[in-house]
């Protein structure tokens, strides 16, 4: 089929309101990734609750390596929800978890709060989280808590830290 005709098609199909799935591999193939983004973009333009497109757009923009575009397709995506139910298929709540975990690794590199945040939504999609990131993403998150202004932050920050490690919390609590 000719790129004019093909274009042609998938304008119609977005001017119809058309929902349906997908098939990014073969999308793709036929227009490269950076073109099945603008398409899947396009798309979304007219239909910006089409769950199926931003569930394609978050697969094209993880093979684009954009992580971050990926995981705001997928996040936008489960709150539309899949095709006769709430949040994503199995497959792609994997897809996402994977990200989120990518993305709360590179935050404790940095040392940001924010991992502990990531490791809470990874295992709320059901994926399993390496217990050294587990910790290390409390630990970010208890210490800019113990830092806090508020006591009952504070206090509460202790308490959890007293759970992951006992003895720094009686050693900072000797301070």
Do not use: K, N
């Not at 119609?12 to 058309?18: D, M, P, R, S």
């Not at 999308?27 to 603008?38: F, I, K, Q």
């Not at 609750?49 to 992580?67: K, S």
Request: glycine share 8%.
């Amino acid at each position: 089929m000719m790129p004019g005709v093909r274009a042609l098609l998938l304008s119609l199909a977005i001017a119809a309101g058309c929902r349906a799935q997908v098939d990014v591999a073969g999308l793709e193939r036929r227009l490269g990734p950076d073109g099945a983004a603008d398409a899947l973009t396009l798309r979304l333009a007219a239909d910006p609750r089409d769950a199926a497109a931003w569930r394609a757009l978050a697969i094209v923009e993880t093979d684009r390596q954009r992580p971050g575009a990926a995981l705001a397709a997928f996040e936008r995506a489960a709150a539309l929800g899949a095709p006769f139910r709430a949040g994503l298929a199995d497959g792609d709540a994997r897809r996402l978890a994977a990200l989120v975990i990518a993305r709360a690794e590179a935050r404790v590199a940095r040392r940001s709060p924010g991992a502990d945040a990531d490791v809470a939504r990874a295992v709320a999609l059901g994926a399993a989280v390496d217990p050294t990131l587990r910790a290390r993403a409390a630990l970010l998150a208890i210490a800019g808590e113990l830092a806090h202004v508020d006591a009952q932050r504070g206090a509460a920050a202790a308490a959890r830290l007293g759970a992951i490690d006992p003895g720094l919390a009686a050693a900072l609590a000797a301070d």
